[in-house]
Nanobody, 120 residues
Framework: QVQLVESGGGRVQTGGSRKLTCTAS????????ESWYREVAGKEREKVAQ???????IYADSVRGRFTISKNDGKNEIYLQMDSLKPEDTGVYYC??????????????WGQGALVTVSS
């Protein structure tokens, strides 16, 4: 139905920036919300940013003011701009979408994950 492919992972120095891109394909018209999650240092997967169905963007306290989530519907792309990166931001980042199929069932799709390493 919907597939997600991530790109933009890599290594960056402390204080630097990195931009992740998530490209969606399939029945993209059914998507109603987009978000980014991460897994850091053995912790549970946590949501860091979200574009809700309605209202302003939502950010985790740990990234607010440094990360920016956005999208380009014409290109079917979702972005995570990461600025002022810290070593504790090192981890695997996943894009995530939720939607409603023609049978009015909620679905959830994950990207494959992108490793971001911040060097101190």
């Amino acid at each position: 139905q919907v597939q997600l492919v991530e790109s933009g992972g890599g290594r960056v120095q402390t204080g630097g920036s990195r931009k992740l891109t998530c490209t969606a394909s399939g029945d993209v018209r059914s998507i109603v919300t987009e978000s980014w999650y991460r897994e850091v240092a053995g912790k549970e997967r946590e949501k860091v940013a979200q574009i809700p169905t309605m209202g302003p963007m939502i950010y985790a306290d740990s990234v607010r003011g440094r990360f920016t989530i956005s999208k380009n519907d014409g290109k079917n792309e979702i972005y995570l701009q990461m600025d002022s990166l810290k070593p504790e931001d090192t981890g695997v980042y996943y894009c995530h979408v939720e939607g409603v199929d023609p049978s009015v069932r909620v679905f959830k799709v994950w990207g494959q994950g992108a490793l971001v390493t911040v060097s101190s």
